[in-house]
T-cell receptor
Framework: GAGVSQSPSNKVTEKGKDVELRCDPI?????LYWYRQSLGQGLEFLIY????????KSGLPSDRFSAERTGGSVSTLTIQRTQQEDSAVYLC?????????????FGSGTRLTVV | DQQVKQNSPSLSVQEGRISILNCDYT??????FLWYKKYPAEGPTFLIS?????DKNEDGRFTVFLNKSAKHLSLHIVPSQPGDSAVYFC??????????FGAGTTVTVRA
């Protein structure tokens, strides 16, 4: 596609429920990243994919968080047993290889609210 | 641990004047520094970057300055335009993929 697409754009869920967030990167981009932005904070790194493998998962906050990428394309971020502190905007980005100095292309994000 | 800090949460500037955004960092191992711009309900958009081996990079109205000894960088926008009103994030990287972001500065350009 022309840009990075994320769905849903907004998600309200009850505490304790599981949620899945989806990211469609730019076609041909091999690198995919998940970040999140909590209220008043900067973007926080979660996980990096190169192809289907995740060489760096160090930013995932707890074992309730997991992510996968299939076919070198679509990625899903899953949060199990959601907590109120999980409320944030979850941003996905992609790039052609890991060339951070040229900047990533971000999607518009999924705003997650846990009530 | 916040490795990248933007100490000014907001900046108001008159159209046509210069906007100066500041950013401080603590990790001397950062190789690249970037600025992103974000409009409401949109993802951040890459604006300009600078390598740690340089002290200045210019792209049109945008110039980024890096002072490694002070661990400080700044973004200058000249002249400021109404479309520049947005949140600006400073970011830095020690490798080729992971960015550390500041909390952002909201710029408002007054007509």
């Amino acid at each position: 596609g022309a840009g990075v697409s994320q769905s849903p754009s907004n998600k309200v869920t009850e505490k304790g429920k599981d949620v899945e967030l989806r990211c469609d990167p730019i076609s041909g981009h091999t690198a995919l990243y998940w970040y999140r932005q909590s209220l008043g904070q900067g973007l926080e790194f979660l996980i990096y994919f190169q192809g289907n493998s995740a060489p760096d998962k160090s930013g995932l906050p707890s074992d309730r968080f997991s992510a996968e990428r299939t076919g070198g394309s679509v990625s899903t971020l899953t949060i199990q047993r959601t907590q109120q502190e999980d409320s944030a905007v979850y941003l996905c980005a992609s790039s052609n290889r890991g060339q951070v100095n040229y900047g990533y292309t971000f999607g518009s994000g999924t705003r997650l609210t846990v009530v | 641990d916040q490795q990248v800090k933007q100490n000014s949460p907001s900046l108001s500037v008159q159209e046509g004047r210069i906007s100066i955004l500041n950013c401080d960092y603590t990790n001397s191992m950062f190789d690249y520094f970037l600025w992103y711009k974000k409009y409401p309900a949109e993802g951040p958009t890459f604006l300009i970057s600078i390598s740690s081996i340089k002290d200045k990079n210019e792209d049109g109205r945008f110039t980024v300055f890096l002072n490694k000894s002070a661990k400080h960088l700044s973004l200058h926008i000249v002249p400021s335009q109404p479309g520049d009103s947005a949140v600006y994030f400073c970011a830095a990287a020690t490798n080729d993929y992971k960015l550390s972001f500041g909390a952002g500065t909201t710029v408002t350009v007054r007509a």
